[in-house]
């Protein structure tokens, strides 16, 4: 995308009514947890620090001393920084405060820790070699990598939920970056980038001289990261923190030291004066109205001929089924068959079926969840001479997909998932073409097997539909149904 303005490095922001799509229900009570900040409440009563709060803006708590608060995914740990021992260093904490552990000691000063999705590693920034860098530590503190090494500054590093990226800011301009240091891409220019739950969707915000108004002003921008669609909210803001169920914000004050949620249609101002903030993701085992089966795979239909629907009835069927119906049967494909009668010339010797299955995938690491998809159908013959079929089939069925990422639970509207299944003769002399195709979900729409959704997919029919009059499955337009999910009885 094309470079803006150039803005100021100073971060602020204005506060007004954010730019989120209404929401269907108010967030809270909702599936996000607590917020955890960094600042002073009521002072000079309360001491700086570490604090815990409902989005709400109830049940403050002091926790420790430090800044950059950051929850681990499961929502149990705080990971932040401290000054404690003289210069800045990591720790983490339970979230009530308890078990707190010193990760890194170094005479430099480590801050902005962030943790990866699967809870195992934690990136940071130091100036342990002279300028801000970015390193990557196991969660107990071992194994401290640095992944950056550039003149520059690499500021306020954030791990996304997928665990592909890392954004980070150097002060005018926002970047992300693999885990291992790899790939550094520059995304735009901004500051204090957030990653929403979805994951592709970068926020950030900017700020730039407007002329008209002869001042400085700020906005939240929001980059996805995989297409390059770039958006802006309807107002400026500073340092924005997208809830775990995607619904509600949380951003900074122009003047520093407010926060503000706006959680459609309602917006509000927390109790406090705060610099930085983190919102707690619930345990998956936490209270959900996303409702799930223990198990529901494999999945598995056999495939039968299709006949048209009858319409136009022209006769009875046979008692005990005496409703209306067609004689004689016509099928939808007017140019392949599977097999008439039971015998010569076009034995019934067709089987086929679809079969979803399902691989979990194991947690943590690489995502490798999977669906594996594998569709048959034999005997498949030209209708005009019982030949065998040289083209391709093509498969569909359409899902309507229900899931939990995270905290975040959602129903798809209903989308359509397409695979071709190629066709090959058989050395049976008797028997037509062999289509068949195994496949995957994420082969078909990559990322979509996404490790630990807790998804349901209710599915309507599979269709399978033949070439059309080219032979020829990729061309659509052309296509006739051939067969469908059904059981035959003998």
């Not at 604090?51 to 990971?79: E, F, Q, R």
């Not at 397409?418 to 496949?439: H, I, Y």
């Amino acid at each position: 995308m094309a470079r803006r303005p150039r803005r100021l490095a100073l971060f602020f922001a204005l506060v007004a009514t954010f730019g989120l799509p209404p929401a269907a229900h108010a967030t809270f009570p909702g599936e996000n947890g607590k917020l955890a900040l960094s600042g002073v409440y009521d002072p000079p009563q309360n001491p700086a620090g570490i604090y815990t709060m409902n989005p709400d803006g109830n049940d403050i708590v002091y926790l420790t001393s430090g800044t950059g608060p950051a929850w681990s995914p499961d929502g149990t740990k705080i990971a932040f920084a401290t000054d404690r021992d003289g210069n800045s260093e990591i720790y983490s904490m339970n979230g009530d405060g308890t078990g707190q552990l010193r990760l890194t000691s170094n005479p430099a000063g480590d801050v902005a820790p962030s943790w990866s999705p699967d809870g195992q590693k934690i990136v940071f920034q130091t100036n342990r070699d002279g300028n801000n860098e970015l390193y990557v530590m196991n969660a107990d503190g071992t194994g401290q990598t640095r992944i950056t090494h550039t003149p520059g500054s690499e500021l306020a590093p954030k791990w996304s939920p997928g665990g592909t990226w890392i954004a980070f800011d150097d002060g005018l301009e926002i970047s992300t970056i693999r885990p291992d240091g790899s790939d550094r891409t520059f995304r735009l220019e901004g500051g204090s980038p957030s990653w929403a739950p979805n994951g592709h969707d970068l926020w950030s915000y900017y700020i730039y001289y407007d002329e008209s108004l002869e001042d400085y002003v700020s906005e939240l921008q929001i980059l996805d990261v995989e297409t390059g669609a770039y958006d802006t909210s309807t107002v400026g803001s500073a340092d924005p923190v997208v809830s775990p169920d995607g619904e509600a914000i949380l951003h900074g004050s122009l003047s520093g030291g407010a926060k503000y949620i706006h959680d459609p249609p309602q917006g509000y101002q927390l109790p406090g004066s705060w610099s930085t903030a983190d919102w707690q993701p619930l345990p998956v085992d936490s209270a959900s109205t996303h409702a799930r089966p223990a198990g529901a795979t494999p999945f598995r239909v056999p495939l039968v001929p299709a006949a048209r629907q009858c319409t136009t009835p022209n006769r009875t069927h046979a008692e005990p089924l005496a409703f209306p119906s067609c004689n004689p049967p016509v099928p939808e494909s007017p140019h392949l068959t599977v097999g008439v009668g039971d015998g010569d010339p076009a034995p019934a010797l067709s089987i086929g079926f679809v079969r979803l299955s399902v691989r979990p995938g194991v947690p943590g690491g690489a995502d490798d969840a999977e669906v594996v998809i594998r569709s048959r159908l034999s005997n498949v013959m030209r209708t005009s001479d019982l030949s065998e079929y040289p083209g391709d089939l093509r498969a569909s069925v359409r899902v309507r997909l229900t899931d939990k990422q995270g905290a975040v639970s959602q129903t798809t509207q209903g989308f359509p998932l397409e695979w071709e299944m190629p066709c090959a003769s058989t050395a049976a002399t008797n028997e037509g073409s062999l289509c068949e195709a195994t496949t995957t979900l994420d082969a078909l729409i990559p990322g979509a097997a996404a490790e630990g959704t807790r998804a349901n997919w209710a599915l309507d029919p599979v269709r399978i539909y033949d070439g059309g009059p080219d032979e020829d499955a990729a061309t659509t337009g052309d296509n006739s149904l051939l067969a469908t999910q059904g059981v035959f009885v003998p």
